[in-house]
């Protein structure tokens, strides 16, 4: 029996791109910014997307009216401040902070059965305002749930699900006593940056090559001559002539996270909002080395490239005018959708 269900802070949707193969269909999703949901209802035309502020009231009632009878909530609420006890205490109240309690609430009222609340590893550590208090995520979770549900977090890497990237991520999951969620066993060979784009022709800055997505973003002549010289796992800073300078040829001074070029037999590093920057962290091409000693793809992976070490297929089908910097910062604010489905596979309802 298929499941419906809802998804909340849906971002474009990537995380839920293979619930459809776990046997869940997501009816209903809310995101707040319009150019995202806009991509989202392309991606799913037979969803029903809620664009608005979760925290008004209109908005939240028009979710809980569309998602009455799901089986299956996925929420993604972001985690502005990481110390929000202490920025409450301070008067700093950025309402962001409290968008975990819209979900919890949603939870309340429409009683799923299923539940995956994700997002990075700071969410199992804030403190938020509740009742006369300060209190973790799974402390509230367990005073109002856990007398009906089974509640259960964790720290995960996609990596071990399959996933060509390390990316670590909170996966809080609650279901109905009575049921079964087994936690998918970690895969014994974790896949890496060879595998997932191993086998697409070399770019560099500038090129667009005939297969779609797989074009490559412009740098700078001092950044593109810095990365030639520099090899497969290394920074530019590590060069001894070939380092990143300010015009005046003094030495930028940074860390070595930037600059860098990737691995070719290492899960991809995580994939961050700012992807498309040589001079962000762990964002380059792991390169080839030429027969001159120079390495080639002196630039940032590809969209498509880009796809791949998040699991996504190819053939994404999203509409062929999305706009590099939108796929680039969706990708790069996402949960990889293979770990998704893998958790959401273990689901024995009963």
């Known amino acids: 029996m298929r499941m419906k ?21 997501i009816i209903c999703a809310n995101e707040l910014i319009k150019k995202r949901a806009a991509l989202y209802q392309a991606t799913y035309p037979k969803c029903k997307m809620i664009c608005g502020d979760i925290n008004d009231e209109d908005v939240f009632n028009d979710i809980l009216s569309s998602s009455k009878g799901i089986d299956f909530l996925l929420a993604s609420p972001p985690c502005q401040g990481m110390s929000v006890a202490n920025k409450f205490k301070k008067g700093e109240k950025d309402t962001r902070n409290l968008l975990v309690l819209r979900a919890i609430k949603a939870i309340e009222l429409l009683s799923p059965t299923f539940v995956i609340i994700e997002n990075v590893p700071a969410l199992l550590k804030i403190k938020l305002p509740w009742k006369e208090g300060f209190f973790g995520v799974l402390d509230i979770l367990d005073e109002l749930f856990g007398k009906t549900y089974e509640i259960s977090a964790k720290i995960a890497d996609a990596a071990d699900f399959g996933v060509p990237q390390k990316r670590l991520r909170a996966i809080i999951r609650l279901w109905k006593k009575g049921n ?75 860390f070595n996270t930037t600059y860098r070029r990737m691995e070719w037999d290492k899960p991809c590093p995580t994939i961050t909002m700012r992807n498309d920057a040589i001079s962000s962290q762990r964002n380059v091409h792991p390169g080839r080395l030429l027969p001159n000693g120079t390495y080639s793809d002196a630039r940032v992976l590809t969209p498509l490239e880009l796809m791949l070490c998040d699991s996504l297929p190819a053939d994404w089908r999203i509409p062929d005018s999305t706009p590099e910097i939108l796929i680039r910062q969706v990708i790069g604010e996402s949960i990889p959708p293979l770990m998704i489905e893998k958790i959401a596979k273990g689901i024995k309802a009963k």
């Open 5 to 25: 269900g809802l998804s909340l802070f849906s971002g474009a949707g990537i995380g839920e791109y293979y619930l459809d193969k776990a046997g869940i269909d």
């Open 180 to 254: 079964e969620w087994d936690w998918p066993d970690p895969v014994k060979r974790k896949k890496t940056v060879r595998d997932a784009i191993g086998d697409l022709p070399s770019l560099e800055a500038g090129q667009i090559s005939k297969i779609k997505w797989h074009f490559a973003r412009k740098h700078s002549p001092e950044q593109i001559l810095v990365m030639q010289h520099t090899p497969t796992g290394h920074s530019a800073f590590e060069n001894p002539v070939y380092y990143p300078k300010k015009p005046n040829g003094e030495r930028v001074h940074g």
